[in-house]
């Protein structure tokens, strides 16, 4: 595995092949995909820590989904990326779907674990709070954030029989840097949505039935917005939170790799 810095952004690189470039979410990292790295054994993957979270977190200025998107493009410029693959969890789907759309040349297709095109105003709400309370308390701030959202953002059963998940989970959220979760909790805040009638790629769609950011209703009418889609898939995993990848690894494996074998 080859680790590069493109202007304080943490850039992981292993393997060969098609390239499959993974962007997380909001409390996550290059971390989030590990579970998923079966299912992308033939290809090139990158994974980048978005500016603001985890290696990353040094950064100077507004987070957007904007400056994401622009940050992936330069990491696909540097790194000679023509046309990727594109895995995204939560926040990450987003921009992915910005992307899709400023870039289509760039994008083969898009798996989108936990999927949103934008969050609801009571979601905007509770996330600028969120922000507020990292930057005001600090560790001791993010300390709490951790425990409120390990109760509201993975599945009951994973919480009382997946402890390992749990922990990752956790363990994701507390090692943010305060500041750095604020910023990326004000860019999803602020987020637009990106025309995605106009994706033109095909979209995986998966969500679990416990997801309250992105509930299975939502992601069904999420996909019949993708006219212009070459095929969309949804998928909805029982027992599951938001957080699939690490909660659900083996039906997400399955169908990310027979997703991206659709696609040669």
């Known amino acids: 595995m080859g680790l590069h810095i493109f ?4 850039v992981e690189e292993e393997g060969e092949g098609d390239a ?34 985890a290696r990353s977190s040094r950064v100077e200025g507004p987070l957007t989904v904007e400056r994401f998107v622009e940050t992936l493009l330069s990491v696909c410029t540097r790194l000679n990326v023509a046309r990727a693959h594109w895995v995204g969890h939560s926040l990450g789907t987003i921009v992915c779907q910005h992307l899709a759309v400023a870039a289509p040349k760039l994008v083969r297709s898009l798996a989108l674990f936990g999927p949103l095109i934008v969050p609801p105003e009571p979601a905007r709400v509770a996330i600028r709070a969120r922000a507020a309370k ?24 994973t919480r009382q029989r997946s402890p390992l998940a749990a922990a990752f989970v956790r363990e994701s959220l507390m090692r943010q840097d305060s500041d750095g979760y604020a910023r990326t909790c004000d860019a999803l805040a602020d987020a637009g949505a990106a025309s995605v009638e106009r994706i033109e790629a ?24 993708l006219h212009s889609a070459r095929g969309t898939r949804v998928v909805v995993l029982p027992r599951c939170g938001h957080w699939a990848p690490i909660e659900r690894p083996e039906e997400c494996v399955r169908e990310l790799r027979d997703f991206l074998a659709a696609q040669r």
Request: proline share 7%; with cysteine.
């Open 7 to 10: 202007d304080r952004t943490a």
């Open 202 to 225: 095909p979209v995986l769609l998966v969500t679990g039935d416990e997801d309250g950011v992105a509930p299975p209703q939502a992601v069904r009418a999420f996909a019949e917005k």
């Open 20 to 53: 499959v470039v993974c962007v997380h979410g909001l409390g996550g990292s290059t971390n989030t995909f590990t579970p998923l790295m079966p299912a992308l054994a033939r290809h090139r993957v990158i994974r980048v820590d978005m500016p603001g979270s």
């Open 134 to 157: 990292a930057r005001s308390e600090g560790v001791a701030g993010m300390h709490e954030i951790a425990l409120g959202l390990l109760n509201a953002a993975i599945s009951s059963e």
